[in-house]
């Protein structure tokens, strides 16, 4: 039960920062001055933290559920 808690939250987290990478706030005030780095690199840091806690997730899965046999 608590794995899949926290996987619940983690794509929710995850969730909340590919959206802010991909589509960023628009609500009408000035943008302040600060550098920003290029839009292809934010979304990359978002996106490969997603794909590396994906992975780790479906190993995590896998070895819950296997059966190990004892010989």
């Known amino acids: 039960m608590l794995f899949w808690a926290c996987t619940i939250v983690t794509l929710v ?5 590919l959206r ?12 302040p001055e600060l ?3 290029p839009r292809v690199v934010e979304m990359l840091w978002g996106v490969l933290p997603a794909i590396a806690l994906a992975a780790i997730y479906a190993a995590a ?3 819950m559920t296997t059966t190990v046999v004892a010989l």
Do not use: C, I, T, V
């Open 13 to 17: 987290a995850e969730l909340f920062l």
């Open 20 to 31: 802010s990478a991909f589509f960023p706030r628009r609500d009408g005030a000035p943008a």
């Open 35 to 37: 550098s920003h780095s």
């Open 61 to 63: 899965y896998h070895a």
